[in-house]
């Protein structure tokens, strides 16, 4: 374990580039290091701050004042891989999500093909149900092995428990949760109750993917929706598209650090709102309008299958910015902005070089308060957000 009581700045952890310093920065190379951590800072009374890829997270300029640990271990093991029960795999939370993707779509584990590309490590994963062109990390994990900051404990979630829905879950819901006679000292905030330790999956064996919900990326391969396709061909696809979107790490599948400022960001800035059905009837005729499933899968691999709600309607987080007057490379100050939204996609909101958090959350600010004027619909931002607000 390596302590540091000069902290690098939250910038250089996070893909926002954003953020100043902590009072102390940790990087634990075991559990049992990550574990001591969080209990130490918790017994102390000292706010705890939990990285891993750093690529959901916007830091107040002028830092944490409390403890941050970064979790550094890397590493999964398949437990099992039969053609009747499939592939069990199991990995640490520090390990790098597309790294196990990549190794998923390798050995023919089938449910995670569609989740290429997404910048972080494992152990967000599930606290954020993350998710990308039609499939959602719900529909694979089997458990979650957790550090409960409450209870001082180990305590291991399966699937049926972690109330999986739009990208939130129990873990998340933790993080800012009111407190309850159970969990008297919520929230735990800017980290869960529950700090991931490992998570498990169960993945169908085959080298054909789950079958693509999505129609960009079913017209991108060249398929119906609702058909299977060579989950190779699935992440190259997958990629590519993120690639146009200026989705993927800085850095990462060929490109040079720092050499686009489109991919310093967070990812989505905001989710794509979930509305009242009758409020979704306000909207603009053009305005898309997706169907609201259960997240709580029904397959053991692919996209989840629940059942519709009919009372809800999802629509989209980008179609609004755009149409509320938010064009690609908008910026408060024109071109001479330090944060804009991405010349490639209006759900990013960038850093151009030079910008501050307070410049990435004036921008946030303008963009959800034009949505609402415009829409009256009210935005929600995807990143934690460390010591600024909207």
Not at 161 to 188: C, H, I, N, V
Not at 332 to 342: D, H, I, V, Y
Request: net charge negative; aromatic share 6%; hydrophobic share 40%.
């Amino acid at each position: 374990m390596s302590i540091s009581t000069s902290a690098p700045a939250l910038a250089e952890l996070t893909t926002l580039r954003v953020g100043g310093p902590a009072d102390a920065y940790v990087e634990a190379s075991t559990e049992a290091e990550l574990i001591d951590t969080v209990r130490a800072a918790d017994d102390a009374g000292r706010p705890v701050l939990v990285v891993g890829g750093g690529s959901n997270l916007l830091v107040a300029d002028e830092g944490f004042g409390g403890v941050v640990v970064r979790d550094v271990r890397t590493g999964f093991e398949v437990q099992g891989e039969d053609s009747c029960g499939g592939a069990s795999v199991t990995a640490v939370a520090g390990q790098d999500w597309d790294e196990l993707v990549a190794a998923a779509v390798e050995h023919g584990w089938v449910g995670l093909e569609a989740l290429s590309g997404i910048p972080g490590t494992v152990g967000a994963a599930p606290v954020q149900n993350i998710g990308a062109y039609g499939q959602e990390v719900a529909g694979v994990v089997s458990t979650v092995r957790t550090w409960d900051r409450l209870r001082g404990r180990v305590r291991t979630f399966a699937v049926g428990e972690l109330g999986f829905g739009y990208r939130t879950s129990l873990l998340k819901r933790t993080m800012r949760g009111r407190p309850t006679q159970e969990d008297p000292q919520a929230p735990w905030y800017p980290t869960p109750r529950y700090v991931v330790l490992e998570v498990s999956m169960q993945m169908r064996l085959g080298t054909l993917s789950a079958p693509v919900a999505y129609a960009e990326l079913a017209r991108r391969l060249g398929v119906e929706v609702g058909t299977r396709a060579p989950s190779e061909e699935v992440r190259t696809a997958v990629l590519e598209l993120r690639s146009g979107k200026g989705m993927l790490q800085d850095g990462r599948f060929g490109s040079a650090p720092g050499a686009d400022h489109d991919r310093w960001s967070a990812g989505s800035f905001f989710t794509n709102p979930v509305v009242p059905a009758d409020q979704a009837g306000a909207l603009p005729a053009e305005a898309p309008r997706y169907p609201v499933r259960s997240a709580t899968p029904e397959t053991s691999t692919g996209p989840s299958l629940g059942a519709v709600d009919p009372t809800l309607v999802k629509t989209s987080a980008a179609w609004l910015i755009e149409h509320a007057g938010f064009g690609k490379g908008y910026g408060l100050a024109g071109e001479r902005s330090p944060a804009t939204l991405s010349t490639k996609h209006t759900l990013a909101l960038t850093n151009r070089g030079g910008a501050r958090a307070e410049d990435v959350v004036a921008l946030a600010r303008a963009v959800r308060d034009g949505v609402r004027d415009a829409f009256g619909v009210e935005l929600e931002p995807e990143p934690v957000l460390v010591g600024v607000s909207l």
